[in-house]
């Protein structure tokens, strides 16, 4: 069974690390402002991605870390013993869809900034 796609890239959905990013959610203040005219949009781009892929949210960027799809409920039916069950595949709960939406946020947050 392959994984879902929302685990192409390691993504630590850690509740923990997850919260303690909410209190470092700004770019630092020697990150460039965008010209409204876009010429520095190059030295821009550049330190804006390197901010974000330290804060480990680049992937909802470049569309590596995609929204995860909840796992159906788990059903109980009898299988021969000899059929392998894969317990390599992990579960998508709600914690796991809110902590991303969550990370989907603050990336929007640091877009907009």
């Known amino acids: 069974m392959a994984l879902p796609h929302c ?3 390691k993504q630590n959905y ?3 690390k997850n919260i303690s990013n909410l209190t470092n959610d700004v ?4 990150m460039p402002k965008l010209e409204v005219s876009g010429t520095n949009w190059a030295i821009y781009m550049l330190h804006f991605q390197t901010v974000v892929q330290g804060k480990e949210l680049w992937g ?3 569309g ?4 995860p799809v909840l796992s159906p409920p788990v059903q109980f039916i009898s299988i021969p013993i000899s059929v ?4 390599a595949t992990p579960v998508v709960t709600q914690q796991v869809i809110g ?3 969550q990370n989907e946020g603050v990336a929007h947050l640091l877009l907009t900034q």
């Open 64 to 67: 590596s870390i995609l929204c």
């Open 7 to 9: 685990f192409v890239k």
């Open 27 to 30: 770019l630092p203040t020697s």
């Open 14 to 16: 850690s509740t923990e």
């Open 99 to 101: 902590i991303w939406n």
């Open 84 to 87: 392998p069950f894969d317990t």
């Open 60 to 62: 909802h960027f470049d």
